[in-house]
């Protein structure tokens, strides 16, 4: 059974000590929902908000969140980030937008937190910008999808 990394062995807390893993390419991609009325996701596609373009803002916030991971997840480390792309998908049948968010660093750990929580960021910011409209929204589905490089190596969801 494996261990959970960020306990030492006397059970206190620690940042995991990555120094001697090696730099590898690293790749994580994350998804998640935002649910709404109807009439919500009109006003998001057809640019009718008075806040101005939802997605692209949505989309501009969840690159700066996974940016400043670490400064909000305390046992995470602070990386550097080569690629963050977001992908913003509206679904007209179950009036819901899709979030997938691609993150990429040349690096000694992973890049997964940096995509889940640039997922968590892009839907926070359209839940803040239309809530005016809609309280009533739903994030959900939150999860990591697929991560490769370092040791573990490739990892899918099914």
């Given at each position: 059974m494996s261990k959970l990394t960020h306990f030492n062995e006397e059970g206190a807390v620690h940042m995991v000590d990555i120094g001697?893993?090696?730099i590898t390419h690293r790749i994580a991609i994350a998804s998640g929902f935002i649910s709404m009325q109807?009439?919500?996701l009109s006003l998001i596609k057809e640019g009718g908000h008075k806040k101005g373009d939802v997605l692209g803002i949505a989309r501009t916030a969840g690159i700066m969140?996974?940016?400043k991971t670490s400064e909000l997840i305390p046992l995470c480390h602070p990386i550097?980030?080569?690629?963050?792309n977001i992908d913003l998908n509206i679904d007209e049948d179950t009036?819901?937008?899709?979030c997938e968010c691609r993150a990429e660093t040349d690096g000694k750990t992973g890049?997964?937190?940096e995509a889940l929580t640039a997922v968590q960021v892009t839907l926070l910011t359209i839940y803040d910008m239309c809530k005016a409209v809609d309280r009533g929204m739903v994030i959900s589905?939150?999860?990591l999808m697929e991560k490769s490089g370092g040791k573990s190596g490739l990892w899918k969801r099914n």
């Open positions: 001697d893993k090696s109807a009439d919500t969140g996974a940016k550097s980030l080569t690629h963050i009036a819901s937008v899709y890049v997964e937190m589905s939150i999860q």
